[in-house]
């Protein structure tokens, strides 16, 4: 239930440039659907995709964030002091750190993994 008092935040208008950074990042969004929608089945035809989902994924969203800054005359380095970019950049080197771990150096050398 929406106090009398919250109901204005409903109502705000949005600025030209917020309302074009929501529109390409919603745009990004419907680009990694239909592509990954439109995905051939590599069993059946022969064809393997070049590129992983995950990386796809990663490709626009980083696309999508630089446009963003790029159209909007956002202030990187405003972006770079939040504590929130903090945050999160440290969440991704943690989650990418683990990710990345050297698992086909192993194999190639002929080292196993415990």
Same mark, same amino acid.
């Given at each position: 239930? *929406?106090?009398?008092? =919250?109901?204005?935040?409903?109502?705000?208008?949005?600025?030209?440039?917020?309302?074009?950074?929501?529109?390409?990042?919603? !745009?990004?969004?419907? *680009?990694?659907?239909?592509?990954?929608?439109?995905?051939? =089945?590599?069993?059946?035809?022969?064809?393997?995709?070049?590129? =992983? !989902?995950? *990386?796809?994924?990663?490709?626009?969203?980083?696309?999508?964030?630089?446009?963003?800054?790029?159209?909007?005359?956002?202030?990187?380095?405003?972006?770079?002091?939040?504590?929130?970019?903090?945050? !999160?950049?440290?969440?991704?080197?943690?989650?990418?750190? *683990?990710?990345?771990?050297?698992?086909?150096?192993?194999?190639?050398? !002929?080292?196993?993994?415990?």
């Amino acid at each position: 239930m *929406v106090n009398a008092g =919250d109901r204005k935040h409903f109502h705000k208008a949005l600025s030209r440039n917020q309302w074009a950074a929501m529109w390409i990042f919603i !745009g990004a969004i419907a *680009v990694v659907a239909v592509l990954r929608c439109r995905r051939v =089945d590599s069993t059946a035809s022969g064809w393997q995709a070049a590129v =992983d !989902g995950a *990386v796809t994924i990663q490709m626009f969203m980083l696309m999508a964030g630089a446009l963003i800054i790029l159209f909007t005359k956002t202030n990187p380095t405003a972006i770079a002091k939040s504590e929130v970019f903090r945050a !999160g950049m440290i969440a991704v080197v943690a989650v990418f750190g *683990v990710a990345w771990r050297p698992t086909r150096r192993r194999r190639r050398s !002929g080292l196993r993994s415990k």
